[in-house]
């Protein structure tokens, strides 16, 4: 088992930028990816930002340039810079984990944090 806590979301301003936070805890070890998801009024949720243990990233086409996700391993934690940020963006945005555990993988989800990008 994994929980994902975020934070960080708020109201924003076109042009601004937010940086969202997410705590893993539970069976770390476990964790091959952590991510984040958004999903936006009327949207399905979909991808925003995934990195690997080993760093490796991916980002929606969409937030390439603007967005930035990094982890902290020491502190359990993955974070996303979001940088010119636009109306478009406002979302839920849920931290992501998938596990693999004899050869199985699961994915877990945090509550949700809401970004909201208005003037």
């Known amino acids: 088992q994994v929980q994902l806590v975020e934070s960080g979301g708020g109201l924003v301003q076109p042009g601004g930028s937010l940086r969202l936070s997410c705590v893993v805890s539970?069976?770390?070890?476990?964790?091959?990816?952590v991510g984040w998801y958004r999903q936006g009024p009327g949207k399905e949720r979909d991808l925003v930002a995934t990195?690997?243990?080993?760093?490796?990233?991916a980002y929606k086409s969409s937030v390439k340039g603007r967005f930035t996700i990094s982890r902290d391993n020491a502190k359990s934690a993955v974070y996303l810079q979001m940088g010119s940020l636009q109306p478009d963006d406002t979302a839920v945005y849920y931290c992501?984990?998938?596990?693999?555990?004899?050869?199985?993988?699961?994915?877990?989800w945090g509550q949700g944090t809401q970004v909201t990008v208005s003037s």
């Open positions: 990195i690997t243990n080993n760093r490796t990233t």
């Open positions: 992501y984990a998938r596990t693999i555990l004899m050869g199985s993988n699961q994915d877990y």
């Open positions: 539970g069976n770390i070890g476990s964790v091959k990816t």
